[in-house]
């Protein structure tokens, strides 16, 4: 099984539709983030968190919120989805040392109409 | 501030041919971390590597290999002998040792890597 898993992979909404995306990890990491990718932008970090109390805004947060319901479930949401955040979203997980790897999820591409 | 470049955008190489991906890195920490990610066109992202700014071993592991010198901050990534399976993305990326610099990664743009047969 997958060390960190989305839901769902694939979504297609409507502009002002209300959208969660879920992230699950079993590595036990305390550390999760969401990025989103656009063509030609790279990855972009929307939010992160450190540990259930601790979270952060990343450098796109604006129309996302996220909440973090235990210390493997982090989840992202879109309160009133709009075209423009049409893109791949990933979760990703870390350890708590220094310089120390992240790991991804599959990647939720989402497309808002 | 921190900051990656990857300065080739596109690569399109012929099967078998070497290949090697510039990374140029910026920041002020002296201890610092880089790693290389690959993304197929599956669309996952694979960690491949994890360099500490104070090892500049250079590090070879089958067909890719990994060249850092600090002296011109770069970490270079050369696949040789290229395969049609080495098309994807690669990133680059970057972590400062200092508190408020580790607490997340500094992307490049990434280079997108074509292997022709």
Known sequence: ?113 | AQKVTQAQTEISVVEKEDVTLDCVYETRDTTYYLFWYKQPPSGELVFLIRRNSFDEQNEISGRYSWNFQKSTSSFNFTITASQVVDSAVYFCALSGARTGNNRKLIWGLGTSLAVNP
Not at chain 1, 21 to 33: A, I, W
Not at chain 1, 68 to 78: G, I, P
């Open chain 1, 1 to 113: 099984d997958a060390d960190v898993t989305q839901t769902p992979r694939n979504r297609i909404t409507k502009t002002g539709k209300r959208i969660m995306l879920e992230c699950s990890q079993t590595k036990g990491h305390d550390r999760m983030y969401w990025y989103r990718q656009d063509p030609g932008l790279g990855l972009r970090l929307i939010y992160y968190s450190f540990d259930v109390k601790d979270i952060n805004k990343g450098e796109i947060s604006d129309g996302y919120s996220v909440s973090r319901q235990a210390q493997a479930k982090f989840s992202l949401s879109l309160e009133s989805a709009i075209p423009n955040q049409t893109a791949l979203y990933f979760c990703a997980t870390s350890g708590e040392v220094k310089g120390t790897e992240q790991f991804f999820g599959p990647g939720t591409r989402l497309t808002v109409l």
